[in-house]
C-alpha cells in the first residue's frame, strides 16, 4: 500500500529564513506522482507541484524549489526568504498507477512564518 | 469565478439526521473526487466519478454515504444517520480525464454533528 509520512508536524520560522518541509512516500508503483498541496486558513487545497516518477530533475519556481531522489523515496520542499503569507498547512500526495486520481495525503506540516 | 465550488461552507446538525452537500466543477473537468479531512489529518480520499460514472468508491464510504453526479455535472454527497464521526471537512475537486493533469480543490464544507 501507499504511504506518504511527513515528519514535520510544524515548523516556526522568522520572515526570511529559508524553510524546509520533509516528505518521504513509499509505494510498489514504478508509475507514480507526486504532488504538494497548500492549504491556507480559509481551507481550500491549492496546487503547488506535481512530478512523476520518471523526472528527477530539480525544479524552481519563483521561491519555491523542490528535490526529487528516488534513491530516498523523498519529495522535498524548500521555500526561500519566507515570507508571513507562507503560514498554511503544506501537504505532500503520492498517486499511483499513472492514473493520477486518487491520491494519497501526508499528515500536513504547519508551517508558521513569523514576522 | 470558475473554481470548484462547494456548498454549504459550515453544517451543524443533530445526530441521526441527514445531510446533503453539493460540489459544483471546473465546467471542462470531467473527473471529480470527494475527500474527507478531519483535524489534524490529511485528506482521504472518499470517492471518484468519470462523468456520471461512480468509478470508486473507498472503504472509507460506509453504507450511509452515497455520491451521485447525475448528469456529469454537479455532484452531492448525502449522509444518512449522521454520527458525530462524520464529523471533518469534506472536500470536492475536479480535474480533466487525461493523466498529467493535477486536481483542484474547493474550499470545503465543514460538517459538525451534535
Known amino acids: 500500500a501507499q504511504k506518504v509520512t511527513q515528519a514535520q508536524t510544524e515548523i516556526s520560522v522568522v520572515e526570511k529564513e529559508d524553510v524546509t518541509l520533509d516528505c518521504v512516500y513509499e509505494?510498489?508503483?514504478?508509475?507514480?506522482?507526486l504532488f504538494w498541496y497548500k492549504q491556507p486558513p480559509s481551507g481550500e487545497l491549492v496546487f503547488l507541484i506535481r512530478?512523476?516518477?520518471?523526472?528527477?530533475q530539480n525544479e524552481i519556481s519563483g521561491r519555491y524549489s523542490w528535490n526529487f531522489q528516488k534513491s530516498t523515496s523523498s519529495f522535498n520542499f524548500t521555500i526561500t526568504a519566507s515570507q508571513v503569507v507562507d503560514s498554511a498547512v503544506y501537504f505532500c500526495?503520492?498517486?499511483?498507477?499513472?492514473?493520477?486520481?486518487?491520491?494519497?495525503f501526508g499528515k500536513g506540516t504547519l508551517l508558521t512564518v513569523n514576522p | 469565478d470558475t473554481g470548484v465550488s462547494q456548498d454549504p461552507r459550515h453544517k451543524i446538525t443533530k445526530r441521526g439526521q441527514n445531510v446533503t452537500f453539493r460540489c459544483d466543477p471546473i465546467?471542462?473537468?470531467?473527473?471529480l473526487y470527494w475527500y474527507r479531512q478531519t483535524l489534524g489529518q490529511g485528506p482521504e480520499f472518499l470517492t471518484y466519478?468519470?462523468?456520471?460514472?461512480?468509478?470508486?468508491k473507498s472503504r472509507l464510504l460506509s453504507d450511509r454515504f452515497s455520491a451521485e453526479r447525475p448528469k456529469g455535472s454537479f455532484s452531492t454527497l448525502e449522509i444518512q444517520r449522521t454520527e458525530q464521526g462524520d464529523s471533518a471537512m469534506y472536500l470536492c475537486?475536479?480535474?480533466?480525464?487525461?493523466?498529467?493533469?493535477?486536481?483542484?480543490f474547493g474550499q470545503g464544507t465543514r460538517l459538525t454533528v451534535v
Open positions: 509505494t510498489r508503483d514504478t508509475t507514480y506522482y
Open positions: 500526495a503520492l498517486s499511483e498507477g499513472g492514473s493520477n486520481y486518487k491520491l494519497t
Open positions: 465546467s471542462e473537468h470531467n473527473r
Open positions: 475537486a475536479s480535474s480533466r480525464s487525461r493523466q498529467n493533469t493535477e486536481a483542484f
Open positions: 466519478f468519470q462523468n456520471e460514472a461512480q468509478l470508486e
Open positions: 512530478r512523476n516518477s520518471f523526472d528527477e
